[in-house]
């Protein structure tokens, strides 16, 4: 078992978590606008759904690993090129961060869970992003495909919970840091792309 892959792994998911997407911002919308139990539950609503496409990529991906090889490298290829259009689209986006509390609709915390649910596992792109993640962190040659695609989905979603609960928890402060702050916008969005295309190049060599 590599270890540093899992490390290298972990500290990829956190970078990536930490900087604005439309998951963390709603979260910490709600928390901000209605308090940190709607933030905690639309965090669990999210990561919840994150299971269901860790399961699709696990056996999904796995089979190919095992009948075709040569299909796999061309996944991982594949999903390479996937991250490097990620930081392009980053690249080209506006480093403002938006932040828009009046469309918000009050809903009770069990209807945030499910809100989060149905955001994460109705949304293609998550699956996409976990089919170019995930291959290229593979991790042992004696776990099962399955288990090691498992044990990546875990960490995923153990890191991202504890990266946007504290988005949840500190959503006040986190607000006004970056309404008061223009260049937080610029770091995470430069974060961003140097994440993306360091795991493509970490994918392919």
Do not use: R
């Amino acid at each position: 078992m590599n270890t540093e892959i899992l490390f290298s792994f972990v500290a990829s998911v956190a970078a990536l978590a930490i900087s604005p997407g439309p998951d963390n911002i709603f979260v910490l919308m709600q928390s901000v606008v209605y308090g940190k139990k709607y933030g905690l539950a639309t965090v669990a609503g999210l990561m919840t759904g994150c299971i269901i496409h860790t399961t699709l990529v696990a056996f999904g991906v796995s089979a190919v690993i095992t009948n075709t090889p040569a299909i796999f490298y061309g996944i991982k290829v594949l999903g390479a090129a996937y991250l490097i259009y990620l930081a392009y689209k980053v690249f080209k986006s506006s480093a403002d961060i938006a932040m828009d509390s009046e469309s918000l609709e009050k809903k009770s915390p069990m209807q945030l869970f499910k809100t989060g649910f149905l955001m994460n596992v109705l949304n293609p792109k998550v699956t996409i992003f976990f089919l170019a993640l995930f291959p290229g962190f593979l991790f042992s040659d004696s776990l099962s495909n399955v288990i090691q695609f498992y044990v990546l989905g875990g960490l995923f979603i153990a890191t991202s919970f504890v990266i946007f609960s504290s988005i949840a928890l500190l959503g006040g402060t986190i607000s006004e840091k970056i309404q008061n702050n223009n260049s937080i916008g610029v770091w995470l969005k430069w974060l961003q792309i140097v994440v993306f295309v360091a795991i493509a190049i970490f994918i392919l060599v």
